[in-house]
T-cell receptor
Framework: DQQVKQNSPSLSVQEGRISILNCDYTNSMFDYFLWYKKYPAEGPTFLISISSIKDKNEDGRFTVFLNKSAKHLSLHIVPSQPGDSAVYFC?????????????WGLGTSLAVNP | DAGITQSPRYKITETGRQVTLMCHQT?????MFWYRQDLGHGLRLIYYSAAADITDKGEVPDGYVVSRSKTENFPLTLESATRSQTSVYFC??????????FGSGTRLTVV
């Protein structure tokens, strides 16, 4: 049973517009969430994270929002650029990441069109 | 070069053969992980290691063996390769606030 769900396998947006990638989770004990980006033929790279004590974390063009009551988080990319085209994975952890094991979603493939 | 490196990048092997995928990190991170990535399954944890000589099973350990005699190395062995083990394999270690750092992956094809 998938504890971290990314229900949209793919997303296409125009350059300069906002990209919103969504992630839902079922385990209310998760307290740390991360987003990773993956290009073809490369390993995933860390993008941004958020602790469950926060509802928003921002890093440049990337913002992650956490809605604990809905068990939902989203990644906003503004403005979207063609170089953002990649697969984005949502991951969750227990014990603020100290247990060192992440539960991963299946990923959303983002295409940013020039 | 500092980082986490996997070798080989590509491997074709025959069913029944033993094959070892190598993973080396230069940071002395305690935790290391092996994942496989398959279409429709995302990243699935095979084995992980909390330190040298400490390993534990992940979600899909069957058919795989790991060892960690040195902190920097975490090889993954397929004892008798099967076609279902055709996949892309990623090694990762933990360090810093960003969580995992991944290697570039090994694409394994079992024919």
């Amino acid at each position: 049973d998938q504890q971290v769900k990314q229900n949209s396998p793919s997303l296409s947006v125009q350059e300069g517009r906002i990209s919103i990638l969504n992630c839902d989770y079922t385990n209310s004990m998760f307290d740390y969430f991360l987003w990773y980006k993956k290009y073809p033929a490369e390993g995933p790279t860390f993008l941004i994270s958020i602790s469950s004590i926060k509802d928003k974390n921002e890093d440049g063009r990337f913002t992650v929002f956490l809605n604990k009551s809905a068990k939902h988080l989203s990644l906003h990319i503004v403005p979207s650029q063609p170089g953002d085209s990649a697969v984005y994975f949502c991951a969750a952890s227990l014990n603020a990441g100290n247990n060192r094991k992440l539960i991963w979603g299946l990923g959303t493939s983002l295409a940013v069109n020039p | 070069d500092a980082g986490i490196t996997q070798s080989p990048r590509y491997k074709i092997t025959e069913t029944g053969r033993q094959v070892t995928l190598m993973c080396h990190q230069t940071w002395s991170h305690s935790y290391m992980f092996w994942y496989r990535q398959d279409l429709g399954h995302g990243l699935r944890l095979i084995y992980y290691s909390a330190a040298a000589d400490i390993t534990d099973k992940g979600e899909v350990p069957d058919g795989y063996v790991v060892s960690r005699s040195k902190t920097e190395n975490f090889p993954l062995t397929l004892e008798s390769a099967t076609r279902s083990q055709t996949s892309v394999y990623f090694c990762a270690s933990i360090g810093g606030a960003g969580g995992y750092t991944f290697g570039s992956g090994t694409r394994l094809t079992v024919v």
